[in-house]
């Protein structure tokens, strides 16, 4: 049973399994395909959802529709491109990865200088900025991967073990495009990394989608990129260094960029389709008129269907990522109509299902930079990227630590029902930074991360995450996913009965975005 304690201890709703079971299975099921953006599968996944919003009796969420359309491009970059460094010949997808967001036929690193610029950070609040006294416009820098602080495993750098911002994929690329740079390849190794080169390597290539600015994306850098570990070392000896040396200086404050001396050589080719994906968004009004909402969510895409070297159809059919947080929010949906026909929340909350989470959370910026109601009257943000398909546990996971008052409501819930919070066990993934909540913090609205990915199915990450074996399971158990939403209802009701706003804790860009709207 899903008992909302905030609410009343005996006020009790039921957790329909069967339904629960019957959403993932088709949500991941092969005639879906994946459930990519633009694919016939989005199709599918669209009319399921509001289907399944209206059978609740959720109003539309989004000016009058249940849809918000994405503007995307989808770009396809031709698989036969290889990266040529100084008389060495690297090959696409096994050594390298290459991929753009800029919105043109092609891109061409031809005779790009080569520059090492240890983890491509400029972060004056560390004190530290790799890019001190270099000039790498029109240059290809070689960043790695996470930050100085899992580096060192130093809790006075950075964060320590806990990935800051800085470390993420995405963040190199952003501050290597203000930097001017042609192109960048970020060094993949396991550990800091957090996944292998599989993820790497199937995320990063066949369709890839991105937002559309109003100069067709040419601010962003053209080349974004990964090497193998072990490509960066060549690449490091035939300029006469020691990869790992020069990695052990970037870890230490004073770190000066290194020239290569080197060139790089590529033609990326494009297949571009415009087109517009689409976000889900239903709502339940509460009694205060829309001034204050409250979004639950869980993104709806995966990775598609793409070819192996074999050219063999394989389906990522994205289960436990994220078929089983989407059924998840129509379970909550489901609950919560059901207490409101009875006596409304006193705020609005809207259940949504963004796109193109994969590739980089571009449904949520589009949804964050466009929100159907102001987003300084969004008190808060709580998603769920996958879930505890096994076994119930006698704890949930955390993840950030001393950033937001959400924290508490997370603690104080779980103790109601005898649970207690874990620390993230991997806060090297910077899982803070990887999925939909992400974007609308940057807008400054608080949020809880929900995600349950490999603590109690350790088999997932090394061979289910971001690969063709994450299927529906008739043998899972589901007793995480039952006292999880239990623990997520009540702390939606709790928040959605609330008068206070979650404030944020540490001092960051978020909290001073939230200060902007006077919040």
Do not use: C
């Given at each position: 049973m899903l008992a909302f304690s905030a609410i009343s201890q005996q006020d009790?709703?039921?957790?329909?399994?069967?339904?629960?079971r019957q959403d993932v299975r088709v949500l991941a099921s092969d005639k879906f395909g994946g459930r990519a953006p633009l694919s016939a599968g989005e199709a599918l996944t669209l009319d399921y959802l509001v289907n399944s919003f209206k059978k609740i009796g959720l109003e539309p969420g989004y000016k009058g529709s249940y849809l918000q359309a994405v503007p995307l491009a989808e770009i396809r970059a031709d698989v036969d491109m290889t990266l040529s460094i100084e008389g060495?010949?690297?090959?696409q997808g096994d050594q390298f990865t290459a991929r753009t967001q800029r919105i043109v036929d092609q891109v061409e690193l031809k005779n790009s200088e080569l520059v090492f610029v240890g983890y491509g950070i400029n972060a004056p609040e560390y004190a530290w900025d790799d890019y001190q006294g270099i000039d790498v416009k029109g240059k290809t820098v070689i960043v790695l991967v996470n930050d100085p602080g899992f580096a060192t495993q130093d809790d006075g750098l950075f964060k320590g073990n806990a990935?800051?911002?800085?470390?993420?994929?995405?963040?190199?690329?952003?501050?290597?495009?203000?930097?001017?740079?042609?192109?960048?390849?970020?060094?993949h190794e396991t550990a800091p990394a957090a996944y292998g080169w599989g993820v790497v390597q199937n995320s990063n290539t066949g369709s890839k989608f991105t937002l559309i600015d109003d100069n067709n994306n040419m601010g962003q850098v053209g080349v974004m990129g990964w090497v193998q570990h072990d490509v960066a070392k060549q690449?490091?000896?035939?300029?006469?260094?020691?990869?790992?040396?020069?990695?052990?200086?970037?870890?230490?404050?004073?770190?000066?960029?290194?020239?290569?001396?080197?060139?790089?050589?590529l033609l990326l080719k494009n297949t571009l389709v415009m087109a517009e994906s689409f976000n889900v968004v239903a709502k339940l009004p509460g009694s205060n008129k829309g001034d204050e909402t409250l979004v639950m969510h869980a993104h709806w895409d995966h990775l598609g269907t793409?070819?192996?070297?074999?050219?063999?159809?394989?389906?990522?059919?994205?289960?436990?990522?994220?078929?089983?947080?989407?059924?998840?929010?129509?379970?909550?949906?489901?609950?919560?109509?059901?207490?409101a026909d009875k006596m409304p929340f006193r705020r609005d909350i809207l259940f949504t299902s963004f796109t193109a989470e994969e590739t980089g959370l571009i449904g949520a910026q589009h949804f964050a930079q466009n929100p159907p109601v102001a987003t300084k009257n969004i008190v808060a943000f709580l998603n769920i990227d996958g879930m505890n398909v096994n076994d119930g546990v006698d704890y949930i996971l955390g993840y950030g630590q001393g950033v937001s008052e959400l924290e508490n409501y997370l603690k104080?819930?779980?103790?109601?029902?005898?649970?207690?919070?874990?620390?993230?066990p991997?806060?090297?993934?910077?899982?803070?930074?990887?999925?939909d909540h992400f974007a609308l913090a940057q807008q400054g609205v608080p949020g809880l991360l929900f995600m349950s990915l490999g603590d109690t199915d350790p088999d997932y990450i090394a061979h289910k995450y971001h690969k063709g074996q994450d299927d529906y399971d008739n043998t899972w158990s589901l007793g995480g996913v039952r006292q999880d939403l239990q623990l997520i209802g009540d702390i939606l009701a709790r928040l959605a009965n609330d008068q206070a706003w979650p404030r944020w804790l540490e001092d960051s860009d978020f909290k001073a975005r939230r200060a902007e709207d006077g919040r």
């Open positions: 009790e709703f039921s957790f329909d399994a069967v339904q629960y060495m010949t690297f090959s990935m800051t911002y800085y470390g993420r994929w995405t963040y190199k690329y952003e501050e290597a495009a203000r930097q001017g740079a042609a192109g960048v390849f970020i060094v690449i490091f000896a035939k300029a006469d260094l020691n990869y790992e040396t020069l990695k052990l200086a970037a870890s230490k404050p004073g770190f000066e960029a290194v020239d290569l001396n080197m060139k790089a050589n793409k070819l192996d070297a074999q050219g063999n159809k394989q389906i990522f059919n994205g289960a436990v990522d994220n078929a089983s947080g989407v059924a998840g929010v129509l379970a909550l949906a489901k609950a919560f109509k059901a207490k104080e819930a779980s103790a109601t029902l005898k649970r207690h919070v874990k620390a993230d991997r806060p090297q993934n910077g899982l803070m930074y990887r999925s």
